[in-house]
């Protein structure tokens, strides 16, 4: 098996990326794989945040996992800094070889390094595959997460 | 009642945040009011990013509720861009005058003139009463919030 890479993600990648956040229950309705010109103007934001490192893991050629994390300084628990995983995808012919793991493990240990004591994301309840995963990793379900849509 | 004002938190505010934060059934055992070195610096971090916005609510010259919202640029939902809330804290002797509302209305509105489609949240699942008045708000619970601490 050829080597994981996880790198940022480039406009090349966008219709890899765009077509994993389509291939899901719930992206299937949110997403336009067809119109790639939101996504691009997107990109451009992300890629302008220094805050923001949105990865794609690569093997033998094929953009197989994504995800976005995001630095946040904040005042509470004693001025910590705190960083978010959001948009997390792995292609579903690589579901269950580990590739999740690897990039969840990319994702706390490029956390630490960027200085965070705390690592969080919420999940979609009704992904309760998703949850186990999380919880074997070491995270702790202990907060509702609330949406506002605008 | 003198009217109420929104603004940018400074450094001269620490002293009453950081004594808002500790004064909470979670934060009391993990705040330092006594010492606000690492919030000192943790404020410069905050300031130093234009996508952070931590503000103040002040009354008659108190300060008394504070919040952080964080605009995220992002792929999913056709390049959405959301905000999250985090670090929201009312002054115990304000609680239940609206105040948390108008906060609250406040980050709601700055979000939607920051281009954001979608305002997320996590809660400790023990705050039940901030549960029920996110969802007075319009907030939905659909989501299961996930912390690791590094």
């Known amino acids: ?88 995808r792995i292609h579903s012919d690589e579901r269950g070889t580990g590739l999740g793991t690897d990039l969840l493990q990319w994702a706390i240990d490029t956390s630490r390094d960027l200085g965070a004591d705390l690592v969080q994301l919420t999940s979609d309840a009704t992904r309760t595959d998703a949850h186990r995963f999380y919880e074997r990793l070491g995270f702790v379900a202990s907060h509702l997460g609330f949406k506002l849509a605008l």
């Open 1 to 88: 098996m050829t080597d994981l890479s996880i790198r940022p993600a480039t406009a090349d990648d966008l219709p890899a990326i765009v077509a994993m956040l389509a291939d899901d229950p719930l992206g299937a309705t949110r997403e336009s794989p067809n119109d790639l010109t939101p996504y691009r103007t997107a990109l451009a934001r992300i890629v302008a945040d220094p805050h923001q490192h949105l990865v794609v893991a690569v093997r033998a050629g094929r953009t197989i996992g994504t995800l976005q994390l995001t630095l946040i300084p904040g005042l509470s628990r004693k001025g910590s800094t705190r960083t978010i995983i959001e948009g997390v």
